[in-house]
């Protein structure tokens, strides 16, 4: 299993709900990341999990909540997020000893 | 030819002709460099890498250049395709072992048939 599978694949949200975004790898993976791409856009790196520990925290704001249960896992909890939050948000693992990421299809939210 | 418009980049290529997409990057210290492709709708996709100890590598159709004295990294397409159609993003990794990746601004290849 070479894939990162992202849940859901399109999420409409409004501005004082709470959800969250999931991400799966099988593939023995020690780090996770999430990324934020707007459109036309490169993806920005917001959070790394390294061996289950947030290492890298991009100066995200406390609305996204990046959560690690497991080393198979990454979830990200939103709460009270604006419209400009809107985007593709981006899941992808890495084997940690080699930076090159495998990215997910991505979940397209969008924030009314 | 390449041109830069309100957004990102875009180069026209007819099919079969050799395609070469250019980036810049910014720190002397990255070690390790992607190219990724990114169709619409789907999330990027890794193509080919080089490590800051080599100049050139090659894969199936692609080669990337590295010219660390100007910090210039290029991905060349041999026989371009429909299929290569896409948005192309180079990523430095800034050092260490975790994918710190930083990418760059992306160029939109059209392939005419």
């Known amino acids: 299993d070479t894939e990162v599978t992202q849940t859901p694949k399109h999420l409409v949200m409004g501005m004082t709900n709470k959800k969250s975004l999931k991400c799966e790898q099988h593939m023995g993976h020690r780090a996770m990341y999430w990324y934020k791409q707007k459109a036309k856009k490169p993806p920005e790196l917001m959070f790394v999990y390294s061996y289950e520990k947030l290492s890298i925290n991009e100066s995200v704001p406390s609305r996204f909540s990046p959560e690690c249960p497991n080393s198979s896992l990454l979830n990200l909890h939103l709460h009270a997020l604006q419209p400009e939050d809107s985007a593709l948000y981006l899941c992808a693992s890495s084997q940690g000893t080699l930076p090159e990421a495998f990215f997910g299809q991505g979940t397209r939210l969008t924030v009314v | 030819g390449e041109s830069v418009g309100l957004h990102l980049p875009t180069l026209s290529v007819q099919e079969g002709d050799n395609s070469i997409i250019n980036c810049a990057y910014s720190?002397?210290?990255?070690?390790?460099f992607i190219w990724y492709k990114q169709e619409s709708g789907k999330g990027p996709q890794f193509i080919i890498d080089?490590?800051?100890?080599?100049d050139k590598r090659q894969g199936q159709r692609v080669t990337v250049l590295l010219n660390k004295t100007v910090k210039h990294l290029s991905l060349q397409i041999a026989a371009t395709q429909p299929g290569d159609s896409a948005v192309y993003f180079c990523a430095e990794n800034l050092g260490g072992s975790q994918g710190n990746l930083i990418f760059g601004k992306g160029t939109k290849l059209s392939v005419k048939p």
């Open positions: 720190n002397s210290a990255s070690d390790y």
């Open positions: 080089i490590r800051s100890n080599m």
